[in-house]
C-alpha cells in the first residue's frame, strides 16, 4: 500500500505546494503534495480530508498576499482551462475560497468547511473526490490571483 504518512505532514504540503502555485504561478499536480505510493495511504487513512484543507490554506494564504477579494474568487466561471477537472469540483472549490476569504475563516474554520462536506458527500475515502478537490482549489485560487493582480494594474 506504499509509505505511510504522517497526517501533519499532508496538510503542510499540500498547504505550501498551493501557496507556492499561486504565489509563484508554480505548476501544481498531487504529486507536489505527496508521492504517488503515498496517496493510497492518504485516502486509506481518510487523512484525503487533510490534504483538501491543507490546499485551501495555502490558497487563501497567498490569495490575502495578493489582496483578491471573494469577488475576484467569484468570478471564476467554472471554466477548466483544459483540466479533465469535475466542473462540480471547481464550482465546490470556489465556493469554499470565496467563503473563507469573504467570511476571513480562520484555518480552523475553512478546515471545518471541507471536513463538513467531504463527510455529508461520503468522500473522506474517495480518491478521485480527494484529487479533484485539491486540484480544483489550486485552480480557483490562480484564477483569483490572476484577477486581482489584473485588477491593481
Do not use: C
Amino acid at each position: 500500500m506504499g509509505r505511510s504518512v504522517d497526517a501533519g505532514s499532508v496538510y503542510s504540503s499540500a498547504r505550501d505546494a498551493a501557496r507556492l502555485a499561486v504565489t509563484e504561478g508554480e505548476d501544481f499536480g498531487l504529486t507536489d503534495v505527496a508521492t504517488e505510493d503515498q496517496w493510497a495511504s492518504i485516502i486509506a487513512t481518510g487523512a484525503g480530508v487533510l490534504a483538501v484543507a491543507g490546499s485551501l490554506h495555502g490558497v487563501v494564504d497567498a490569495l490575502r498576499a495578493h489582496g483578491a477579494t471573494a469577488a475576484d474568487v467569484l468570478s471564476q466561471d467554472g471554466s477548466t482551462g483544459g483540466a479533465p477537472l469535475d466542473p462540480f469540483a471547481v464550482a465546490l472549490a470556489r465556493g469554499w475560497v470565496a467563503n473563507t476569504i469573504g467570511l476571513d475563516l480562520d484555518e480552523e474554520g475553512a478546515q471545518r468547511l471541507v471536513s463538513a462536506e467531504l463527510v455529508e458527500r461520503g468522500w473522506l475515502m474517495d480518491t478521485h473526490a480527494i484529487a479533484q478537490l485539491v486540484l480544483s482549489v489550486v485552480l480557483v485560487g490562480a484564477h483569483a490571483a490572476e484577477k486581482a493582480t489584473d485588477r491593481r494594474r
